[in-house]
């Protein structure tokens, strides 16, 4: 098994995708990347705290390969906004993928060269070592699923959805 942390704007976005992966055994909301220990959500959207809102990708690469999780990365959020996705605007809300070892930074620095090809403008993804992480407030885990009809859901998190199903038919299970 490996995770991998990436941050691609709202992490309720990324959850939805992921959980519906076929190989992904866990997904967990939080936060990572900033000063204050033990962040709750509102600190966390203040934009004071430095913390990016992520997700904790747990994957077994027998199944899924690591090039299909950063893919379905790319093709889930725009990578080419620095500190923005859509309506969601701050740092908390960056493009970021934080490295637990060499080896994991060197993948993550391969899939953004990957996906530029993709993009016309310049991927600002940030690639950071990993400090702590942080589980999000339970009402954050697998947001999707428990909320499908609310407005966020709706407008937002489905067309990142059909996006991904797009590209990805075949690795998602939905």
């Given amino acids: 098994m490996k995770t991998f942390v990436l941050g691609g704007g709202c ?7 992921y959980q519906k992966t076929r190989g992904v055994s866990e997904v967990v909301s939080g936060y990572t990347g900033g000063q204050l220990a033990n962040p709750g959500y509102e600190a966390v959207c203040s934009g004071m705290t430095g913390h990016a809102e992520v997700v904790a990708v747990t994957f077994d690469e027998s199944v899924v390969p690591e090039e299909i999780i950063l893919g379905m990365f790319f093709a889930s959020h725009n990578p080419t906004t620095l500190n923005r996705q859509g ?3 701050g740092t908390q809300y960056r493009s970021s993928m934080f490295y637990a070892d060499d080896e994991q930074k060197q993948t993550f620095e391969a899939a953004i ?20 992480f942080y589980r999000a407030e339970e009402y954050h885990q697998n947001y999707y699923a ?7 859901c709706q407008v937002i ?7 991904a199903r797009k590209y990805y038919a075949e690795w998602l299970s939905v």
Avoid: M, S
């Fill in 146 to 152: 428990k909320h499908p009809d609310a407005g966020y």
């Fill in 87 to 89: 309506y969601d605007v």
């Fill in 113 to 132: 060269a990957r996906a530029q090809e993709d993009w016309a403008d310049p991927i600002v993804t940030e690639v950071v070592p990993l400090p702590t």
């Fill in 157 to 163: 998190i489905n067309p990142k959805l059909a996006k």
């Fill in 11 to 17: 992490f309720w976005c990324l959850d939805a995708v």
